[in-house]
């Protein structure tokens, strides 16, 4: 018996006692734990105190409460996929993303008319209301049941002079590059990458644990001009995907002297 004295409310110290248990490896990743009452005798106190700590030990990601079952520590282990984020030209033209085959549809892509958020405005460089074509897809890595979920939005200027992004916005990126590219553009792109926690239909589609945020990756295709042409953004559970980069040495400008 491991009775409770320590300042604080009840509840936290109980949670912060089996917090410890589990970090120190009492407890191990994936193992269940005590039931209600064997905490109960444990740690003197009462099943509504139990209750709130295995709430709040729930609220910071540490146990998954799995109904009928009982409470289970959170596995620590790694993420289940690698994304690479790193696009290939192939010598005849071909655009390559590495995960672009790893991924099936889990169902028919939904294409769309939009307009530009604050948020999509500042990356497209777009000012409020401007004209978009969409296309939402959700994708499942079939190796490792991944989820995520991946934004296409097309500018109505993009499209223009381009007819297959108009009649077609579903078209991949991967094509939507080739299509650039033979519209005389020379592409480069940016892409940014933040945390934060799931809107209620995010952690449903993605089928996220409880405390779990989400990584929303977006990546702007910029032309010749440095113009914004696409924006594409990625959003999977942060517990199930790791990033990988390339990182290259850009070159050092060359010094203008004065003759």
Request: charge should be neutral; charged fraction near 25%; glycine fraction near 8%.
């Amino acid at each position: 018996m491991s009775e409770i004295q320590r300042p604080g409310a009840l509840y936290q110290q109980v949670a912060a006692a089996i917090r410890e248990a589990i970090l120190s490896g009492e407890f191990e990743p994936d193992a269940l734990l005590p039931s209600e009452a064997q905490l109960m005798a444990r740690y003197g106190v009462s099943r509504p105190t139990v209750r709130n700590a295995i709430a709040a030990l729930r609220a910071e990601g540490l146990i998954d409460v799995r109904h009928g079952k009982g409470s289970y520590v959170r596995t620590s282990q790694q993420p289940a996929l690698t994304l690479e984020r790193r696009i290939t030209c192939t010598t005849d033209g071909t655009f390559v993303m590495p995960n672009g085959d790893a991924w099936d549809e889990a169902e028919q892509p939904s294409t769309y008319r939009t307009r530009t958020t604050t948020g999509t405005g500042r990356l497209l460089q777009l000012g409020a209301e401007e004209a978009l074509f969409g296309c939402d897809r959700l994708l499942i890595d079939p190796s490792s049941g991944t989820r995520a979920m991946h934004r296409t939005l097309i500018p109505f200027t993009t499209a223009e002079g381009i007819p297959l992004l108009t009649e077609e916005p579903s078209t991949r990126p991967a094509e939507i590059y080739g299509l650039l590219t033979q519209d005389g553009q020379k592409l480069t792109w940016s892409e940014t990458v933040r945390a934060r926690m799931p809107l209620p239909d995010e952690r449903t589609t993605l089928r996220l644990p409880d405390a779990t945020p989400v990584l929303h990756l977006a990546r702007v295709t910029h032309g010749t001009d440095g113009r914004s042409l696409i924006l594409e953004e990625l959003r999977t559970g942060a517990d199930r995907a790791e990033l990988a980069y390339r990182i290259t040495a850009d070159k050092q400008p060359t010094r203008r002297t004065r003759a």
